[in-house]
């Protein structure tokens, strides 16, 4: 457990001890560019890491990153009929330690998904057999919720990074958060934002346990290029992001048709999927925007670099959804601020922390098209009577990049957290060793008293 953390970790010189491991729900995700940035400054730091992942990947494209993660993936199995169901448990008993864990955590074990039980089961075994040290899980959500079963048959310590939905949303237990928080060895906040939302939803008793850790970039792949002035006679904007409420778009449309009525055409290409595709092109279409937007869908990470590099203007304006879901900080406003492009923002969640506006950016309010309007018309302006000045803020924002999300930084924070948990596991271990107890050895029926176990799991499921 973390007792005497700080809220933002330092970075000092850190040992690589024992096996890490992520958890994930899905891996490869094509929309999870930052944890695949996360994976390889942390291998490039030389730790030595395993994936596990609980679903299958259901994307048709991948980010050619992805073929330089050296870490072993593993896909958990989900049964799909009752033999294999048996077929996992006895893998899983055959284990002793995770067989004479069952029975003391069998309560818990019933109350979860009968998939996330038998899924929790084939973890510990498999952290077990490759020496994992640390479990690692991104969002609070199913793939916390396997970690810290795991972590509870196996005394292995775990943490898990928070990002948005997962805690923003409306859905979100916070019973469940809190009981995910208080067993975790620590959390992960990506923003002071997020640590201080967190901590208010959650109480100052659990303050201890959150830690900022920012999500990082390998800046080397997003080489600064400053403007010299508008690329083309018609200025041309970028935004990008899943075709949801949360990302602003319609409210970007009905901007682009005001600016348009107002004599400044732009042109618009928007990166992404969504559900709101449909309705977002026909909005486009009734506003009259067909000639004026691009709908590109979805675009590889280096796509959008070179695009970045080639527009005018990067307009990200989010907004809180009516679900309450938001973004935490996305991954593109920080290539966008990496590699010189202006960029205009919502303000919300932890964006101010980056975009100062006028400093290293322009923030806007998301919900309101006329400041998206007025602010694009004033920084196309600025391109072309006063260069500099636009030159003077993407440096600006180039730095608080380079300053708060490098990658490597990030990856030496987390190592040095992992290592404390691991430090701590094994104290307590020794501490418990030291006592004897009957408790503490499994006796010969353990492995029989868990399968008794886990077949009352299963009629109950």
Excluded at 29 to 46: C, D, H, N, Q
Excluded at 292 to 319: C, I, K, N, Y
Aim: overall charge negative; charged content about 25%.
């Amino acid at each position: 457990m973390l007792s005497e953390q700080t809220q933002t970790i330092s970075t000092p010189e850190t040992k690589q001890s024992g096996r890490r491991a992520y958890v994930l729900k899905m891996y490869p995700r094509f929309s999870e560019t930052f944890i695949v940035s996360e994976i390889l400054a942390r291998e490039a730091a030389g730790e030595d890491l395993v994936i596990f992942s609980l679903r299958p990947s259901t994307d048709t494209r991948f980010h050619p990153e992805l073929a330089r993660v050296r870490a072993e993936v593993i896909h958990i199995h989900r049964p799909s009929s009752a033999r294999s169901f048996w077929q996992t448990f006895a893998e899983a008993a055959a284990e002793p330690r995770v067989a004479a864990a069952v029975p003391g955590h069998l309560g818990e074990l019933m109350e979860m998904d009968h998939d996330d039980a038998i899924q929790t089961l084939t973890l510990a075994r498999l952290a077990l057999d490759h020496g994992v040290t640390h479990l690692h899980a991104h969002f609070a959500s199913v793939a916390t919720t396997v970690a810290r079963a795991a972590s509870a048959l196996t005394g292995i310590p775990y943490s898990f990074t928070t990002h948005a939905k997962d805690i923003f949303h409306e859905d979100v237990v916070l019973t469940d958060l809190a009981r995910k928080t208080a067993d975790a060895d620590h959390v992960i906040a990506i923003s002071e934002f997020n640590r201080r939302y967190l901590t208010t939803v959650l109480g100052p008793e659990l303050a201890d346990r959150i830690v900022v850790v920012r999500n990082g970039l390998e800046l080397d792949r997003f080489p600064f290029r400053p403007r010299q002035g508008l690329t083309g006679e018609v200025p041309s904007l970028l935004a990008v992001g899943r075709l949801v409420e949360k990302k602003g778009f319609a409210h970007l449309l009905n901007a682009l048709a005001r600016l348009r009525d107002e004599g400044t055409r732009c042109h618009l290409d928007l990166v992404g999927t969504g559900p709101l595709e449909d309705e977002l092109r026909e909005q486009s279409g009734r506003l009259g925007l067909d000639g004026l937007v691009t709908f590109h869908g979805a675009l590889t990470q280096a796509e959008v670099r070179d695009m970045l590099t080639d527009h005018d203007l990067l307009v990200s304006p989010f907004v809180i959804g009516s679900d309450g879901n938001a973004d935490g900080l996305p991954t593109v406003l920080l290539e966008g601020m990496a590699t010189g492009i202006p960029c205009i923002a919502g303000a919300v969640t932890a964006v101010p922390e980056v975009i100062d506006h006028g400093r290293t950016g322009w923030l806007v309010d998301g919900t309101d098209e006329q400041s998206i309007a007025t602010a694009i018309a004033e920084v196309v302006a600025a391109l072309r009577t006063n260069p500099a000045g636009i030159r003077a803020v993407t440096h600006a924002a180039r730095d608080r990049v380079c300053r708060l999300h490098d990658s490597a930084v990030q990856a030496e924070q987390l190592a040095r957290l992992a290592d404390a948990a691991a430090d701590r596991a094994a104290a307590s271990t020794a501490d418990r060793n030291a006592v004897p107890s009957e408790a503490a050895v499994p006796s010969t029926g353990a492995a029989d008293t868990a399968v008794v176990a886990v077949r009352e799991m299963e009629s109950v499921s």
